[in-house]
């Protein structure tokens, strides 16, 4: 099978840039050719530039075309629907990072235009997005119908999907994030629990409400809070860990510091993926406290999972999470905890239950380590070869159906992949 992915991928830093690299290496392994034509390439900004982008290349020795579609992205969206544009092309499939929707931004280029002018208030940009959103969600559905298979990674985001874009139920695979096979370490030592936040640190991850459940127990319940100590690890690029209301990071360790904590937080900051599993598995938990976007809610629900989540399950860790995207059915087999998002209350109480019953820790560890075996990339390599052959299967019925049209001899082929 020869396959063309189309996706970021590192060095950019991006979660799909990495869970991409992943899924490409876990490909290769299961036989399976994967080019990467985006790679080097000019940034395709536009409909029209995909099309030029897509007719200077030779697609007949290319058997499918998937996609990592989400964080906002257009380049790779606009290239599939060039691509689904030819008479006689490769199966198309996608990942679909963020069901419900697809792209969620829009895709028309005078709201786009409005978005990247600097000096609009940010209030008529979000008013030039919700109005053009029915012909965003107009492309995202004519996209996804052309799509000869679509995988999601979680079955709460395979069926928002498959509900908003209109598809039948079994035109999505649910394949669950995978995980990187690494040795398992024990627990560490049972006093002090650390409790670990990781990934990108912005607004918007419900950092703050971590930082204030933990004040609020130190409030109730001083010596029990004593037994706590929480690391705050992640990415800290500065397009999104600075505003304009200053550096995100400071109004942190104030916030820590106000309510006592400052003793009782450690920073680790722009972590080398090397040092990953080391710096999860010197703690007792991960802690995922998102909140979702209120400007997104508008729009649709935001139904995807984490990669932070992906390399607790790795590292035969439990999480307490948020019930925001499709957490709480990512800790649902008993490797962690979830409570409503932005609930610092309830947040304080997962943390009194895990302090006052510290067994919790090590059955969750116990149903991570387990679940890690079963999302491992090289057999999520295997679903996906799965996937590919159904999608496969499909184009080629749609060809046969097609076949009385005839070949398109207009069709420019310059390029090879």
């Known amino acids: 099978m020869r396959l063309a992915l189309l996706s970021p991928l590192p060095p950019e830093q991006t979660g799909i840039a990495d869970y991409a690299a992943h899924c490409r290496v876990a490909l290769n392994q299961a036989g399976v050719d994967v080019l990467t034509p985006l790679m080097g390439q ?64 829009p895709v028309n280029g005078v709201a786009r235009a409005v978005d990247a002018a600097p000096w609009l208030p940010r209030p008529a940009k979000q008013a030039v997005a919700l109005l053009s959103d029915p012909f965003t969600l107009w492309s995202e559905r004519s996209l996804a119908r052309k799509l000869d298979g679509v995988a999601a990674l979680t079955r709460t985001g395979a069926e928002r999907l498959a509900r908003r874009m209109k598809l039948p139920a079994d035109r999505v695979s649910v394949i669950p994030h995978g995980t990187l096979v690494l040795p398992q ?171 006052e019953r510290p067994e919790l820790i090590a059955q969750w560890a116990q149903r991570a380590s387990l679940l890690a075996q079963d999302r491992a990339w090289p057999t999520t390599g295997q679903r996906f070869v799965g996937h590919f052959q159904r999608a496969m299967q499909r184009a080629d019925q749609v060809r046969g159906a097609r076949a009385s049209l005839g070949p398109d001899s207009t069709l420019l082929r310059k390029e090879r992949l």
């Open 42 to 105: 000019r940034p395709i900004t536009s409909l029209a530039a995909a099309q030029a982008w897509v007719a200077e290349r030779d697609w007949r020795r290319i058997d499918v075309v998937h996609a990592e579609l989400g964080g906002g992205r257009l380049g790779e969206f606009f290239t599939l629907c060039a691509l689904a544009r030819l008479p006689n092309r490769p199966a198309l499939s996608a990942t679909i990072h963020d069901p419900e929707r697809i792209v969620w931004k």
């Open 185 to 355: 370490r024990p627990l560490p030592e049972p006093e002090p629990i650390r409790l670990l936040y990781f990934g990108f640190i912005y607004s918007g991850k419900g950092i703050e409400d971590l930082i204030d459940a933990v004040g609020r127990l130190r409030s109730e319940s001083p010596e029990l809070a004593e037994r706590l100590r929480v690391t705050i690890a992640g990415g800290t690029a500065p397009d999104i860990a600075f505003g304009a209301q200053g550096s995100y990071l400071d109004e942190l360790r104030e916030r820590a510091s106000r309510r006592g904590l400052s003793q009782q937080v450690d920073w680790e900051l722009d972590i080398d993926e090397h040092d990953i599993p080391s710096l999860i598995q010197r703690h007792h938990i991960m802690v995922l406290p998102y909140r979702e976007s209120r400007k997104l809610a508008l729009l649709g629900q935001m139904r995807g999972t984490s990669g932070a989540l992906a390399w607790a399950i790795a590292c035969g860790r439990g999480a307490i999470t948020s019930d925001a995207r499709a957490f709480a059915e990512e800790i649902s087999q008993g490797n962690g905890s979830a409570y409503r998002q932005g609930d610092v209350a309830a947040l304080a109480a997962r943390l009194r239950e895990v302090l």
